[in-house]
């Protein structure tokens, strides 16, 4: 069974440019999430979806990040523009639940390592 | 609010020995689950050992098991028989149905040594 999927793994963008990682959940999965981890810190999340509505964008900062989940399948996480404390790790995961209950194991893909200048 | 909070930022074991990480969390909830992730270099997160909070028993996985004690929210991860590839770092993680979201703590280096 295929894992989740990112890309890119690394970028690297001046400040106030802009940036989008992709992401492909693992098959049948409904739950999509977007996670930030500043180096030594936990993973924070930013966007869930279910399917492709959003369930949770309370810690997603709106004015300069966006994300869309098409289709209720891909995910696209954006970033304009991009600040120097944006650089973090973005991670994508996935769970199997589609009816909003708690319990089904999340998975990680790899994640994008963003480094702003 | 849910919290979940790994008070030792880093810890050492050598080869073969058992090492313990501590975790705990807050939740008013009936209804969680709770997990360890490790994450080596590469920054995946790998899912170690989950616990369904009904469940009385402790989750065991090879050599990881954990030791789930309701009543005072804690869920420390043991390690038995430690490997080198173990190195990484180890976050706690607590999911709840209201916020259906998991909540990390904030990790705990481990080292491995021979």
């Known amino acids: 069974e295929a894992g989740v999927a990112q890309s890119p793994r690394y970028k690297i963008i001046e400040k106030r440019q802009s940036v989008a990682f992709w992401c492909n959940p693992i098959?049948?999965?409904?739950?999509l999430y977007w996670y930030q981890q500043i180096l030594g810190q936990g993973p924070k999340l930013l966007i869930q979806?279910?399917?492709?509505?959003?369930?949770?964008d309370s810690q997603l900062p709106k004015d300069r990040f966006s994300a869309e989940r098409l289709k209720g399948v891909d995910s696209t996480l954006k970033i304009q523009p991009a600040k120097l404390e944006d650089s973090a790790v973005y991670l994508c995961?996935?769970?199997?639940?589609?009816?909003?209950?708690?319990?089904?194991?999340?998975?990680f893909g790899e994640g994008s390592w963003l480094t702003v200048v | 609010a849910q919290t979940v909070t790994q008070s030792q930022p880093e810890m050492s074991v050598q080869e073969a020995e058992t090492v313990t990480l501590s975790c705990t969390y807050d939740?008013?909830?009936?209804?969680?689950?709770l997990f360890w992730y490790k994450q080596p270099p590469s920054r995946q997160m790998i899912l170690v050992i989950r616990?369904?909070?009904?469940?009385?028993q402790n989750a065991t996985e090879n050599r990881f098991s954990v030791n789930f004690q309701k009543a005072a929210k804690s869920f420390s991860l043991k390690i038995s028989d430690s490997q080198l590839g173990d190195a990484a770092m180890y976050f706690c993680?607590?999911?709840?149905?209201?916020?259906?979201?998991?909540?990390f703590g904030t990790g705990t280096r481990l080292q491995v040594t021979l």
């Open positions: 993680a607590q999911f709840t149905g209201t916020a259906s979201k998991l909540t």
């Open positions: 616990q369904e909070a009904y469940k009385q």
């Open positions: 979806f279910q399917n492709n509505g959003v369930v949770d």
């Open positions: 939740t008013s909830e009936s209804d969680y689950y």
């Open positions: 995961a996935s769970s199997l639940d589609n009816q909003g209950r708690s319990g089904n194991t999340i998975y």
């Open positions: 098959s049948g999965h409904a739950t």
